[in-house]
Structures are given as structure tokens and as C-alpha cells.
């Protein structure tokens, strides 16, 4: 009775561990939509917790609109559009739009008028993994950092017949994310298991005794 207690307990610790993961936050703060790239880094997996079998990255980029302008210096029409989209780069990519594009015809213009198309307040929110084979999570693994790169892009629109002079107010975004690190943990070396285990049992029967 005490040899298969003492077998069980081996085959327990020694059995396949479930997977764990590992979630760190990143975040860029409010910056206008002006195509500059940032540079965010994020600490890599510790290869001695055990074997990382997939990555994922999530994120959520808000935008505060931005607006375009257009004075007509003569008659016609008008379209006016605005959006903005923001990229995280990486060995794994998100492309996230928190302002879709929008657009907005203003018909029969006449010298002197004035429009403003005001993008909209909102949010986007994606994720995007990269698995096994380790070559395409290596860039992940070490005791450094990870680069992510993100980059916010404005598109505007102005176009007619009614010719004037245009202007735009910035599109503002910011990116709050995580990067999950789902890995199988270290399973201990049987000697050290069975070292463990059967002191263990020594120590249960010496207090039985």
C-alpha cells in the first residue's frame, strides 16, 4: 500500500502540467494621428518558466475625432472625409480603427461658406496570436525586451467643384493593450521528484511509527 501511494504521488507531479499564462500591459498615452511612430517595450518570456507555445496580443485605441474645415471662395459642392486608423507592429501586427472613415457632401456652396465635418468620438478593439513553431515566437523569448511599434495615421478628404481653402484640426488616439504569454511551465527532474516524494513517504511512516 505504501510502494503504489508513493507511485501515485510520482505520476502526479510528473504528469503534464496545465497551461499557464503571463499578461503584461502596455499603453500609449493621447498623441495626435501625425503618421510618428512610437516605440513600446515589453519584457520578453523567461525561457525558465518553461516552454511559451503561443503569444497574443490585444489592444483597444481610442480616438477623439479631429475635424476638417473648408471656406468656398466659390459656388459648387463639396465632400469632405475624415478618419484614422492606428497600427501596432510587432512579430505579431494589429491594425485598429478608432475613428472609421467618414465623409459628408454639402451641396450648393456659395462664396463665403464655411463647413466643418467632425470626426468621431470612439473606439477599436482587436487582438491577433502567433503559435508554435519557435521561429515565429523566438523574438519573444529571452530575458530582454520586445519592441512593438505603433503608428497613428489621419486620412481627410476634400474634394468639388466649389474651390476655398481647407484646414483640419488633429485626429487624437490613444492605445491601452496587453501581451499574453500562454506556455507549458517546467516539469521538475524525476530524480528531484522522487527525491521529494519519497522523503516524504520516510517521514509519513517514521510519525506513524
Known amino acids: 500500500m505504501k510502494l503504489t501511494a508513493v507511485a501515485l504521488a510520482c505520476a502526479a507531479v510528473l504528469g503534464s502540467s496545465p497551461a499557464a499564462t503571463i499578461v503584461e500591459n502596455f499603453s500609449l498615452g493621447s498623441t495626435a494621428a501625425d503618421f510618428s511612430i512610437y516605440n513600446i517595450f515589453v ?22 475625432g479631429g475635424s476638417v474645415q473648408f471656406m468656398a471662395n466659390t459656388a459648387g459642392d463639396r465632400t469632405l472625409g475624415i478618419g484614422s486608423q492606428v497600427t501596432i507592429s510587432g512579430p505579431v501586427a494589429l491594425t485598429l480603427n478608432p475613428n472609421p472613415f467618414q465623409s459628408q457632401e454639402y451641396l450648393g456652396l456659395v462664396a463665403g461658406d464655411s463647413v466643418t465635418l467632425v470626426g468621431t468620438t470612439s473606439s477599436d478593439s482587436d487582438s ?3 503559435f508554435a513553431p519557435p521561429s ?18 489621419v486620412d481627410t478628404l476634400s474634394v468639388g467643384s466649389a474651390l476655398g481653402l481647407t484646414g483640419d484640426a488633429p485626429t487624437n488616439y490613444s492605445v491601452d493593450g496587453t501581451i499574453t504569454y500562454t506556455y507549458e511551465p517546467s516539469v521538475p527532474e524525476p530524480g528531484s521528484v522522487l527525491l521529494a516524494v519519497f522523503g516524504g513517504g520516510l517521514l509519513l511512516i517514521r510519525r506513524r511509527r
Not at 519584457?43 to 477623439?64: E, K, R, Y
Open 43 to 64: 519584457d520578453q518570456f523567461d525561457p525558465s518558466l518553461g516552454t511559451l507555445n503561443s503569444v497574443t496580443i490585444g489592444a483597444t485605441a481610442s480616438s477623439t
Open 136 to 153: 515565429d515566437l523566438s523574438p519573444y523569448i529571452g530575458l530582454g525586451s520586445v519592441m512593438l511599434t505603433v503608428q497613428g495615421v
Open 128 to 130: 491577433d496570436s502567433a
